[in-house]
């Protein structure tokens, strides 16, 4: 009989409290940026509240992007600028001095072009498999099937996903005494060496990237599928076209730019991939897997040497590329518009 009054005042008491704790709140913001108001008037305010992004932005990219520029035209093992005596292109040079460029090994650098063939090689056939298999994808739950939300659910999950735990996770399943292995033994067959082969491991690196990011570009290309009008198809079925003409006369020209997009974006993904190899294989077996962003990574991080001159370079060049793959989605895109 008496627990009940004592909870009601309790509530009471505790709703009280944050009554006054939210005017409190709203007393102190109001005389902050009323004050602000008064000194720098209206149309100063959006600034005032733009202000925590741009700080934000400035300290954790423009600084550090500003930074790379530094160090890629100075030299030394110093990490502070000031420290660090300018040695204009040496480092640019370094990297494309070359007797031929299509064999590393006559490169001065022999790493960094490892890493740029490695990279091409990774770049063009991942990106051909994300689109391959996205598309298929795509058409197949845009087609009337049961549980067609759960499906799309399904595929779209792995991109939730941080593309370490993917990468641990497969690690787990694919290592020497890892989960597959251990069901070969256990069936009586021998070990695969996944992560000690170099075509092996360059083949899963590919495979596991197309698991884990393909949901992304199926779930654009969908996007573009529905917005087909199902009456083109309806009139082209009337006409006596099949499933194939459907698709090459219909579909494909149609969901021609949402593909392009795809493609840029892939572009710019694939040339990017670093943790899932730096999580998976390390870059290994060897350089196998070593490609543009581990080797700026290791010359800049892990090294014993930290050359922050040699993969600001490296880094600078890659910048590069992405920025033309940018500029061509852009393009893409106001053409599409």
């Known amino acids: 009989m008496f627990v009940q009054p004592g909870i009601k005042r309790a509530r009471n008491a505790l709703e009280a409290a944050l009554s006054g704790l ?22 100063g305010m959006p600034y005032i509240f733009v202000l925590p992004n741009l700080l934000i932005f400035g300290i954790f990219i423009l600084l550090p992007m500003l930074l790379n520029f530094v160090y890629a035209f100075t030299g030394g093992a110093s990490f502070t600028p000031f420290d660090r005596p300018w040695v204009g292109t040496a480092n640019f040079d370094r990297l494309m001095d070359c007797t031929n460029y299509l064999e590393p090994r006559t490169c001065g650098e022999d790493l960094f072009w490892r890493a740029v063939y490695n990279t091409l ?47 641990l996770i497969w690690k787990w399943i694919l290592q020497e005494n890892g989960l597959l292995n251990g069901i070969l033994t256990g069936l009586g067959y021998e070990k695969i060496p996944f992560l000690v082969n170099a075509q092996w491991a360059q083949f899963l690196v590919i495979m596991i990237s197309v698991w884990a990011f393909m949901g992304f570009y199926m779930l654009i290309l969908l996007a573009g599928l529905q917005s087909i009008p199902a009456d083109l198809y309806e009139a082209a079925s009337m006409d006596g076209a099949n499933h194939w003409q459907s698709f090459s006369k219909i579909t494909m ?19 990017q991939v ?5 999580a998976f294989t390390g870059g290994g077996p060897g350089t196998a897997t070593l490609y543009l962003v581990q080797y700026i990574y290791n010359y800049g991080f892990s090294s014993p040497n930290k050359q922050f001159g040699l993969a600001a370079a490296a880094s600078l060049l890659m910048g590069g590329v992405l920025v033309v793959l940018t500029v061509i989605q852009l393009v893409v895109r106001r053409e599409e518009n």
């Open 22 to 43: 939210y005017d409190l709140v709203i007393s102190l913001l109001d005389l902050i940026f009323g004050t602000l108001q008064r000194l720098i008037g209206v149309r």
């Open 121 to 167: 090689g990774y770049v063009v056939i991942q990106v051909a498999l994300m689109v391959l298999f996205a598309l298929v994808t795509a058409l197949i739950l845009n087609r009337s099937i049961k549980a067609r939300g759960f499906f799309r659910s399904v595929f779209f999950y792995p991109v939730l996903l941080s593309p370490i735990v993917v990468a």
């Open 253 to 271: 020209p149609l969901l021609m730019p949402t593909m392009v997009v795809v493609l840029v974006l892939s572009l710019i993904r694939a040339f």
């Open 274 to 278: 670093f943790d899932i190899v730096f």
